[in-house]
C-alpha cells in the first residue's frame, strides 16, 4: 500500500512508496518521485526506519550509507540524470535487513520541494518552512535559488586559465555522510579538489556533485567545512562559485554573485611558469572541519614546513610544479607533485628530492631506477604508457615514501627531464595546517586537464607499507635518454622495508588485504611437483615430480587446474596473464597488503613452469596428465600412481591458442619482475616473443592437437590470443624501453578475426574484451574506447546481463562469480583510463566482489567471512591428514577436513541460493582461473580504499 508519511522532519513533496514483495530479511520495495523541477544531475537520500545491512538498486549508484546503516546516499546513472517537471522518478530495490523489524523508507531528492513535518533552521536570515512548500529564503548572495547559509567564497590566485578558490561553509546541523553542490556562474571544463569526492558534472559543466572524503564525513554544529580547489576554464569569462551542503540551511533566493575576497595580483610569466609564489595568508590553510571563530580564519595545529619564493628545495626544481601530502600515517606518507608540461616529450626523468632521508618510496605510474646514497634524491623514468608528454598537459603522480626518522619527509621538490628549471635553494618558511585535513603544500600553480584518453596527466595510485617475504633481486643495466644527454644507470631494485602489518583505511567493508593473502595461498594448494621450504600449505607435500619423463623432458612444476591433478595450459596460463596484469596495475595495494613478495612467489611458480614447457622454438607443451584416468581417481595428488602423459604442440600438432596465451603471460609477467629481477625478466620476454611467433606462423586450434583437452578445455579459436600476445608482448618491451612491431600486428589481428565484437564474458577461452582495453589504453583510439564500454556496459545494472535478487551478474550458473569477478577486474582497470565512466565502473566492480565477500548473504571464499564454502569440489582438500583417502571421503558428509583457504567456489544459483555439497561442481568447484580475476579486482578495490578514491 503507498504511503506518503516523512521518515524524518522532511521528504520530497508527493512522493510515495510501496512494498513489491518480502521474503526472509529482505523486503522490495518502490519509490516514486514527482518532478517539479528541472535538473540535469541529482542526488537521493533513501532513508529507513531501521538499519538495513545493504540495498541492491539498479537505477542509481550508491556512493555511501550513514553510520547506523539507516540512510542510503544514491546518485544519478549516466542515463537518468535529466529530469523535468511532469515526470516522475520511479525505482525499485530491494533491502536485506538483519534486525527483527521489517524497514519502511521515505526519500529526499535533491532540488524538488520538500514537505512534512517544518524543519527547524538556524540560520543568520529569517527562514520559514512550510509544509508542502519548497524551502526558500532570502539574502545570502546565491548564483542560484538557494545556496548554504553563511558560505562564503575567495579567490585565492589565478593564472591564464585556471582559478584557484576557496568555499568555507559553517555547520549548524550533525552529519556523519555529506553531499556538495559547487556551482559556478560560467562552464568549467575540468577542478581539482583534494578533500572531496567528484561523483559527476552538470551537462553544461557549471556545477560539480561532490561527496566526502573517507575522513571528512563526521561534521558538527561550530565548525566550519573549508575546501580549496582549482577550476580550469575555457571561456572568455572567468567564474564565480557559490556552495550548497547536503544536512544544513538553505538561503537565497537569486542574488547577485557571492561577495569574494580577492588576492593581490602575482606575477607570472608568458608561459605560465612561474618563479615566484604568493605568500599565502592564515587563511589559505584549511581545516575540513575546525572550531569556527568570529571570521573565517581556521585553527591550526599541526606543523609542515615549505618553501618560498619557486618552493625549491636544492638549487631548482621544474618551473610551476606542485606538491602535496595527501595522507599521513605512522612511517609513511602518501604525496603527490604536479608538473606543468612546456616541451614536448617522448620520455622522461624526475629526479624527487626530500628535505630527509627516506628509506623507500613506492609508485605505481613511474619506475623508481635508483637513489643517492643519502636517500634523499630518487630518481624516477616513466612507464611504457605514459612516456608522451605534450605543451599544455600535466604529468601528475603519486607515491608512498616510507621513512624511520624522527622527521616526517613531508618538504621535497620534483625536476623533470627536458622542462625548464626554476628557483635557487631559498630557505623555509613555516605554513600551518589543520591536523583534521589532508596537507596541501603548493608551490605554483598547476595546469588541471581531464579527458577520457589514456593518461598523460597521470594518476598515481597510493599505498602505505612495504611486503614481507624477500623476493630475489638482480640489478641490471639501463639506458635512459633526457634531452641531449645519455646516461647509463645502475638499475637498482627498491629497497623492500620489511613490514608488520597490512593497512586497514576506516569504513572499507572487508578486510581486502586477507583476501589478498588467502587467495594466494589458494595457488600454494595447486602447486604441483616439488614444493619449495617456503610452503605455507603444510597439508600439500611433493607431487608428480617425474612429469614429462615419458618424452624425456623436465615439467616438474606448475598449478593443478581445479579440484583435479591435470595441469591444461590453456587455463593455467590465462591464470597467470590475469593475476600478472593485477599486479602491474595495483601494485600498491599488494605492498600494502604485505603480500607483494608473495605474489612474485606465486606468479614465477607459473611462469618457470611455462618456460620448461618451452622445449624449442617451435615447441611448447600444453598438457600433462589425463582428463579421463585423472578424473577416475579421488585422493591425494602424492597418492596418484594413474597414467601421466604430457603432450607437446610442435609445427605438425600447432595450438595458436595455448601458445599464444603463454605467450601473453610471460609478457605480463616480465613487467612484473622488471624491477626486481631485469634478467629474469629479459628470460620471460625473450620465449614469449618466440611463442608467439610459434602461435602466429603455424596456427590451429590446440585441442585438434591435444584431442584429450577437447572435452574439458575446448577453444572456440585462436584470434584473440594471437591479439593478446601482440598486445602483451609490446607492452612489455615498451616497459623495457624497446620499440616493437607488435602493435600493429595486434591490431590487424583485431581486424582480421574481428575482436571489436562484444564478448559474451571474459573467460580462459574468450581474451576480446583484455585484447580491446589494452588497445585502447595504449593507443586512445576511440575505436578501442567504443569496444570496450560495449563490453563492459551490459554488466552494469539495467544491461543485459541479469542479476539476482541480491546483485549478483549472473552469465552462466557454471562459475558464474568467475564471469562476474573477471568483468569486475576489467572495470576497475577501465576506470583509469575512462574517467566519465569510473564510478559506473567502480561501484559495477565493488558491487560484485563484495557480493562475493559477504554482501549477497554468505562467502563464497574458502576460510574467510561470513558461512563461507566448507566443501568445495577439491579432491586433496577432501582428504584426511592421514590414512587412506577415496571416493568414500567424495561422499561424505561434513566439511573438508583441510581448508582450501582463499579458493572462490563457483557460486549460487540464479536466486542466491547455495548448498555446500562438494558432489555438486558446479556450485562448489573452484579452478585457478576463478581466483585469478577475483584475486586482481581485490587488489584493484583495495587500492581504491588506499588512496581515498571510493566514488
Not at 420 to 430: N, V
Request: charged share 15%.
Amino acid at each position: 500500500m503507498a504511503q506518503t508519511v516523512c521518515l524524518v522532519s522532511s521528504c520530497t513533496c508527493g512522493s510515495s512508496i510501496t512494498v513489491k514483495g518480502r521474503w526472509s530479511d529482505n523486503v522490495k520495495g518502490e519509490f516514486s518521485i514527482p518532478i517539479t523541477t528541472a535538473t540535469n544531475s541529482w542526488n537521493l537520500e533513501l532513508r529507513f526506519s531501521v538499519p538495513v545491512d545493504n540495498i541492491q538498486i539498479w537505477n542509481a549508484g550508491e556512493v555511501s550509507k550513514s553510520k547506523d546503516q539507516t540512510t542510503y546516499y544514491l546518485v544519478n546513472l549516466n542515463n537518468n540524470g535529466n529530469l523535468s517537471p511532469g515526470q516522475i522518478l520511479t525505482m525499485e530495490f530491494i533491502a536485506t535487513y538483519s534486525g527483527t523489524e521489517e524497514p519502511v523508507w521515505d526519500v529526499k531528492l535533491s532540488g524538488q520541494p520538500v514537505c512534512g513535518e517544518p524543519l527547524a533552521i538556524t540560520t543568520q536570515q529569517s527562514a520559514v518552512t512550510t509544509q508542502g512548500t519548497p524551502l526558500q529564503t532570502a539574502g545570502s548572495g546565491c548564483l542560484e535559488s538557494i545556496c548554504t547559509c553563511g558560505s562564503n567564497v575567495t579567490v585565492l590566485d589565478r593564472w591564464s586559465g585556471n582559478v584557484r578558490g576557496e568555499f568555507n561553509i559553517p555547520i549548524t546541523t550533525e552529519t556523519n555522510s555529506w553531499n556538495l553542490e559547487l556551482r559556478f556562474s560560467a562552464p568549467v571544463d575540468d577542478i581539482q579538489i583534494w578533500d572531496a569526492v567528484e561523483v559527476s558534472s552538470s551537462a553544461d559543466q557549471t556545477t560539480y556533485y561532490l561527496v566526502n572524503a573517507q575522513y571528512n564525513s563526521n561534521l558538527s554544529p561550530g565548525q566550519t567545512l573549508a575546501m580549496e580547489f582549482i577550476a580550469t576554464y575555457s571561456g572568455a569569462q572567468e567564474p564565480v562559485w557559490d556552495a550548497r551542503l547536503s544536512g544544513q540551511p538553505v538561503c537565497g533566493p537569486g542574488q547577485p554573485a557571492p561577495q569574494t575576497t580577492q588576492p593581490s595580483p602575482t606575477t607570472q610569466s608568458a608561459s605560465n611558469t612561474q618563479s615566484t609564489v604568493t605568500t599565502q595568508s592564515s587563511t589559505t590553510t584549511k581545516s575540513v572541519a575546525t572550531t569556527q571563530s568570529s571570521t573565517t580564519t581556521q585553527s591550526t595545529t599541526q606543523q609542515a614546513t615549505t618553501q618560498i619564493a619557486s618552493g625549491c628545495l636544492v638549487n631548482t626544481c621544474t618551473c610551476g610544479s606542485s606538491i602535496s601530502v595527501v595522507t599521513s600515517l605512522s612511517g609513511s606518507l602518501i604525496g603527490e607533485f604536479i608538473i606543468p608540461v612546456t616541451t614536448a616529450t617522448t620520455s622522461w626523468d624526475v629526479k624527487l628530492k626530500f628535505s630527509v632521508p627516506v628509506d623507500d618510496i613506492q609508485m605505481s605510474h613511474a619506475v623508481v631506477v635508483s637513489n643517492s646514497d643519502d636517500k634523499k634524491t630518487y630518481y624516477l623514468r616513466n612507464r611504457y604508457d605514459n612516456g608522451n608528454l605534450s605543451p599544455g598537459q600535466t604529468l601528475r603522480l603519486r607515491f608512498v615514501a616510507l621513512y624511520s626518522g624522527a622527521e616526517e619527509p613531508s618538504v621535497y621538490d620534483a625536476e623533470l627531464s627536458d622542462q625548464p628549471l626554476c628557483g635557487d635553494g631559498q630557505s623555509t618558511e613555516q605554513v600551518t595546517q589543520s591536523a583534521t585535513t589532508a596537507k596541501q603544500i603548493t608551490s605554483s600553480k598547476p595546469s588541471a586537464t581531464t579527458t577520457d584518453q589514456p593518461a598523460t596527466t597521470t594518476k598515481g595510485q597510493s599505498a602505505t607499507t612495504t611486503a614481507g617475504q624477500p623476493a630475489t633481486t638482480t640489478p641490471g643495466q639501463s639506458e635512459t635518454t633526457t634531452g641531449q644527454q645519455t646516461a647509463t644507470i645502475k638499475v637498482q631494485p627498491a629497497t623492500t622495508t620489511q613490514g608488520t602489518e597490512p593497512v586497514t583505511v576506516p569504513g572499507m567493508p572487508y578486510p581486502y588485504y586477507e583476501v589478498l593473502e588467502k587467495s594466494i595461498l589458494f595457488y600454494e594448494a595447486q602447486r604441483s611437483g616439488t614444493l619449495p621450504s617456503s610452503q605455507r600449505v603444510t597439508w600439500r607435500h611433493n607431487s608428480f615430480e617425474n612429469d614429462g619423463n615419458d618424452n624425456g623432458v623436465d615439467l616438474n612444476g606448475g598449478w593443478f587446474d581445479a579440484g583435479d591433478y591435470v595441469k591444461f595450459g590453456l587455463p593455467m596460463a590465462q591464470s597467470a596473464t590475469v593475476l600478472a596484469w593485477g599486479a602491474i596495475e595495483f601494485k600498491d595495494a599488494y605492498i600494502a597488503a604485505q603480500q607483494w613478495d608473495w605474489m612474485l612467489d606465486c606468479l614465477k611458480w607459473a611462469t618457470d613452469y611455462f618456460l620448461k614447457c618451452h622445449t624449442g622454438p617451435n615447441e611448447f607443451y600444453g598438457q600433462v596428465g589425463d582428463g579421463g584416468a585423472d578424473h577416475a581417481f579421488w585422493g591425494r595428488p602424492e597418492d596418484y600412481t594413474g597414467y601421466r602423459p604430457s603432450f607437446k604442440l610442435d609445427i605438425n600438432n600447432p595450438g595458436s591458442d595455448v601458445a599464444g596465451e603463454t605467450a601473453a603471460a610471460l609478457a605480463a609477467a616480465s613487467i612484473v619482475f622488471r624491477d626486481s629481477d631485469a634478467t629474469y625478466a629479459d628470460a620471460l620476454l625473450d620465449s614469449a616473443a618466440e611463442l608467439y611467433a610459434f602461435a602466429n606462423n603455424y596456427r590451429g586450434i590446440y585441442h585438434n592437437s591435444i584431442t584429450n583437452a577437447g572435452s574439458y578445455y575446448a577453444s572456440s579459436g585462436y584470434g584473440d590470443e594471437l591479439a593478446w600476445a601482440a598486445v602483451w608482448i609490446y607492452r612489455a618491451n615498451a616497459a623495457k624501453g624497446v620499440a616493437t612491431n607488435h602493435l600493429i600486428e595486434a591490431k590487424n589481428h583485431y581486424q582480421t578475426f574481428n575482436l571489436q565484437t562484444e564478448p559474451w564474458a571474459f573467460s580462459w577461452d574468450d581474451k576480446k574484451a583484455g585484447v580491446q582495453l589494452l588497445l585502447y589504453m595504449i593507443t586512445g583510439e576511440s575505436q578501442y574506447q567504443t569496444a570496450i564500454q560495449n563490453a563492459i556496459n551490459p554488466w552494469l545494472p539495467g544491461g543485459s546481463v541479469p542479476y539476482t535478487p541480491r546483485g549478483l551478474a549472473y552469465r552462466d550458473q557454471w562459475g558464474v562469480n568467475r564471469y562476474s569477478a573477471n568483468m569486475a577486474f576489467l572495470s576497475l582497470v577501465a576506470a583509469e583510463h575512462i574517467p566519465s565512466k569510473a564510478t559506473d565502473y567502480h561501484n559495477f566492480a565493488k558491487s560484485q566482489i563484495n557480493y562475493m565477500l559477504g554482501d549477497g548473504g554468505r562467502s563464497y571464499v574458502v576460510g574467510f567471512g561470513n558461512n563461507p564454502p566448507t566443501e568445495p569440489h577439491h579432491r586433496s582438500s577432501s582428504c584426511p591428514t592421514s590414512g587412506t583417502c577415496n571416493w568414500n571421503d567424495f561422499n561424505a558428509a561434513g566439511p573438508n577436513p583441510q581448508i582450501l583457504y582463499g579458493a572462490l567456489v563457483g557460486g549460487p544459483n540464479n536466486n542466491d541460493g547455495f548448498t555446500n555439497d562438494r558432489t555438486d561442481y558446479i556450485y562448489n568447484e573452484i579452478t585457478t582461473d576463478y581466483n585469478a580475476g577475483f584475486q586482481s579486482a581485490v587488489a584493484g578495490i583495495y587500492e581504491l580504499y588506499l588512496t581515498g578514491d571510493t566514488s
